[in-house]
């Protein structure tokens, strides 16, 4: 049982963070956000005083959980996306008029969430969305209205690109035409929200595990990433940042390359090397240069294609993005050998992985504008068997909670394992 005085330290720490964050805006440090699309390094991001962490620390301190409460309370101090999911246009405008409102008060630039795309998440586990196109299209001109002439980040639908319907089985897409109708959905969007003009749009390029850097190159180009400030890696999902950064570096000099690099070049994001990069052995007596996706360490052969073919493109025509760093602290999670006889969901509520870095736009990598956190901490991906058969999840021993669903478990050991270790928000008071 904690002495008295540290319970007091823990409950005052706890209820500062907890009960009225920022509801003035005067406890910012720095000063207002630059206008325009760039990210200033000194960007302060808004802090959502009404959070579910915040909530949570204030349930935690009830029930004498005084070392949760101050985990709850330092992470409620942190910014988080607000995500926009569903509701009408009248609805989704309304709402994020209000979270512009008081993003304003504290001088900070908000972070949002598109995510309403028809046939979202391939009809599983984050499924929903528009019911049309039309319905799609009034949805985000009414949000990109909404967000008016302020600055704001939008993370345009999550696992749009990467997860086409097209790829979601053979029978979901068969002629190809509802994947191109998503690319023109997407297109769409990018020109009716960067039509705002302090609104920095990104599109969705999955993560280092996921689709080769060609691939993801071509889908993003097909998507109008030209006329978006760049593209996201990571949301709600696990991989290292320093490797998500070499693969979104990469990305941005595949599209340079195909598109204003060497002629020989032009159009083919196809040729661009990856992290599933297999060349010829070179001919100097060592190993061949293949490239192995889960280690980092052979990545090198795909940066010396990259210097080799691409050169050094001008720092101003590449592409830049934002990584998602809300749960990847620990990197991604392997189960133990032999523990599963089907899909192991590496994906959904993996145990043991931890918050990783901090939201800033302080990056120090040349193309990374912000590390964020993007999926909302604490919240369920989804209840998964992991390939079993059954219903309970044999990580957890339990039934996992929905898609969405606040888990105060699965918050509290993130925060433990958080990597570096969390703090308070220097930033906020």
């Not at 760049?230 to 290292?240: A, T, W």
């Not at 901090?358 to 909302?376: C, E, I, M, Q, S």
Request: proline share 7%; net charge negative.
């Amino acid at each position: 049982m904690p002495s008295s005085s540290l319970r007091r330290t823990l409950t005052a720490a706890a209820l500062a963070a907890a009960v009225g964050l920022a509801t003035t805006g005067t406890a910012w440090a720095g000063s207002t956000p630059s206008p325009g699309r760039t990210l200033a390094p000194g960007t302060r991001f808004y802090v959502d005083p009404d959070s579910k962490a915040a909530h949570q620390a204030v349930t935690d301190l009830r029930d004498r959980n005084f070392a949760g409460a101050l985990g709850m309370a330092k992470l409620a101090t942190w910014p988080q996306a607000a995500w926009f999911t569903s509701g009408s246009p009248a609805e989704v405008k309304t709402q994020v008029k209000d979270l512009v409102r008081k993003a304003a008060r504290q001088h900070a630039v908000p972070v949002l969430v598109a995510y309403d795309i028809p046939l979202r998440d391939c009809s599983q586990y984050s499924s929903g969305g528009a019911q049309s196109d039309a319905e799609y299209q009034a949805w985000i001109a009414a949000l990109a209205s909404a967000l008016g002439t302020g600055q704001a980040v939008v993370i345009l639908e999550p696992d749009a690109l990467s997860n086409l319907p097209s790829d979601c089985g053979p029978s979901s897409d068969p002629t190809g035409e509802i994947s191109a109708n998503r690319i023109a959905d997407i297109n769409y969007a990018v020109n009716v929200l960067e039509a705002q003009p302090g609104v920095s749009v990104y599109l969705d390029a999955g993560h280092s595990q996921w689709h080769s850097v060609g691939d993801a190159a071509t889908r993003l180009l097909q998507a109008g990433v030209a006329n978006a400030q760049g593209f996201f890696l990571d949301v709600s999902n696990f991989e290292p940042t320093a490797q998500l950064d070499q693969y979104g570096t990469w990305i941005s000099k595949c599209i340079w390359f195909a598109t204003k690099g060497p002629d020989w070049a032009r159009g083919h994001t196809d040729w661009c090397a990856s992290q599933y990069y297999s060349g010829a052995a070179p001919n100097d007596g060592q190993p061949g240069n293949s490239v192995n996706p889960k280690d980092a360490s052979t990545w090198h052969w795909t940066d010396l294609w990259f210097d080799q073919n691409a050169g050094n493109p001008p720092a101003a025509e590449l592409t830049h993005f934002v990584v998602d760093t809300s749960r990847n602290g620990k990197g991604g999670w392997t189960p133990a050998p032999g523990a599963y006889t089907g899909d192991a969901q590496t994906w959904c509520n993996p145990p043991g992985r931890g918050i990783g870095e901090r939201p800033t736009a302080n990056t120090g990598v040349a193309l990374v504008d912000a590390y964020l956190f993007v999926k909302t901490i604490g919240e369920s991906d989804g209840q998964c068997s992991r390939g079993t058969g059954g219903t309970i999840d044999p990580e957890y021993g339990i039934v996992d909670p929905a898609a969405g669903a606040w888990w105060p478990a699965q918050a509290h050991g993130l925060v433990a394992n958080a990597s570096p270790v969390l703090t308070f928000n220097p930033h906020l008071f």
